[in-house]
């Protein structure tokens, strides 16, 4: 134990001494953060172009004609209800809805109740529920076609892990909001100059004239309320990518200390190990703890940063840790496999090709670039291939305030992926011959 850690102490001084090197896995990412989080918020708000997503639509009230829901209500008395010709829910349905840029976008599912519309969500089947109350129709008719005003509300509740599309489906319906705060505010002005004329009710009648000239915006009278499934977080950018550009980087730490066993070998360092005494386990499992530690270092430090310079607030502290842990334990066994792979080749043709081109797909596939959402349906289901994608979905998962054991799966993988790297290296280094340059001496050989 006393020469492993001895290995582990001298690798941690050599790698904190390169400056090169701590630029790469410290410096690099806290600027990248800093100027991605900042530069790309406006994408966290109006979204990118990707596949269409489906909606859930509950309408709580009964389907009425305008004439119906005036009636039910006692006020229409001197108002020739016959020839209203203005259909509210169609123009929600038909004319919204159903408009081709709109279906460009996203496909809206109906469902009977709340409660089903929720439990879709829950089941990822759809991204956002919008609920009109079931006060809703009468409520619009009384404030578009008589002299009274009611309070509107439209509740929109969306998954905040799904955060661009969330944003859109809100843009959509604060778009129809305005549509109906236009015609309203258009009734408002007309009826005030009716009764200051002193004509009757009945003038009323030729709203539908006025909706169609009056073309001026106006502030809002209804009220759109917006809530998380669950009372969940949503991410901002700077949030999102503070999680991005670390889950990116301890990608290179382990590629790192995938190259420091072929550098010893070069330096004659491992051989010197092995004539002292030292197995090539405590060699390999030295390289391993030492990576750990380097990204513990490298992991405080930008979480540091963003939590006190950044103000992101990352959720639980103590599962903050246990998936730090769990990330970099597979890092580690990522990077004692290279190592293993560099020694056994003899170059750091792997390595390079790890850095330079394979971290760089994993940082695409598991979302540090852009958000799987943004990208086809496939792109999310790759991601759970990848530790910096499994790192950052339990990240944003408690960062946006759920529970560990509701991605305690997501901790399972990258302990699964651990083990399976150790054992690719210790399989390897099982078939390295022994050292022509320095073997270690021992009576049993002479």
Not at 89 to 107: A, H, T
Not at 192 to 206: F, H, P, Q, W
Request: glycine share 6%.
């Amino acid at each position: 134990m006393m020469k492993l850690m001895n290995i582990v102490r001298k690798d941690v001084r050599i790698l904190l001494s390169d400056k090169k090197m701590l630029a790469i896995l410290i410096l690099m990412p806290i600027i990248l953060m800093t100027i991605l989080g900042s530069g790309l918020s406006s994408s966290f708000q109006s979204g990118t172009d990707f596949e269409q997503f489906n909606i859930g639509i509950v309408r709580e009230y009964d389907v009425l004609s305008p004439q119906e829901a005036l009636e039910s209500i006692s006020l229409v008395e001197g108002i020739d209800t016959q020839d209203i010709d203005f259909n509210i829910d169609e123009v929600i349905f038909d004319e919204v809805l159903k408009s081709e840029d709109i279906e460009k976008l996203f496909v809206s599912s109906e469902y009977l109740s709340r409660d089903s519309a929720l439990e879709a969500l829950e089941n990822g089947e759809i991204s956002s529920v919008v609920i009109f109350p079931e006060s809703f129709l009468k409520d619009t008719y009384i404030n578009m076609l008589t002299p009274f005003k009611q309070k509107i509300k439209i509740e929109i509740i969306v998954d905040p892990n799904q955060n661009i599309k969330s944003q859109i489906v809100i843009a959509v319906f604060s778009g129809f909001e305005n549509y109906l705060n236009h015609m309203i505010t258009a009734k408002s002005l007309f009826t005030e100059t009716v009764i200051k004329s002193g004509m009757g009710y009945e003038a009323l009648e030729n709203l539908d004239k006025v909706y169609e000239a009056f073309e001026d915006k106006f502030e809002s009278d209804i009220n759109i309320s917006y809530s998380n499934f669950e009372a969940k977080k949503m991410v901002n950018s700077m949030e999102y990518y503070s999680i991005a550009m670390l889950s990116m980087f301890i990608l290179f730490t382990g590629g790192q200390g995938g190259r420091m066993m072929l550098e010893e070998k070069n330096q004659y360092t491992y051989q010197r190990m092995s004539v002292s005494g030292i197995s090539k386990w405590q060699i390999f499992f030295g390289k391993f703890i030492t990576v750990l530690i380097i990204g513990i270092v490298q992991v405080g430090i930008m979480i540091a940063y963003t939590s006190i310079v950044l103000k992101v607030n990352w959720g639980n502290l103590i599962n903050v840790v246990v998936i730090t842990i769990c990330a970099l334990l597979a890092v580690a066994g990522m990077g004692g496999m290279i190592s293993a792979i560099t020694l056994k080749t003899g170059n750091f043709k792997v390595a390079n090709l790890m850095e330079n081109f394979i971290f760089q797909i994993m940082a695409f596939l598991g979302g540090s670039f852009v958000p799987v959402e943004m990208l086809p349906n496939i792109f999310s289901k790759i991601s759970y291939f990848t530790i910096n994608g499994l790192a950052l979905k339990a990240y944003l998962l408690n960062m946006q305030g759920y529970s560990i054991l509701e991605y305690r799966s997501l901790l399972g993988i990258l302990l699964g992926i651990t083990a399976l790297f150790i054992s690719i290296g210790i399989a390897i280094m099982n078939q390295e011959k022994r050292w022509k340059n320095a073997e270690h001496y021992t009576p049993a050989d002479a």
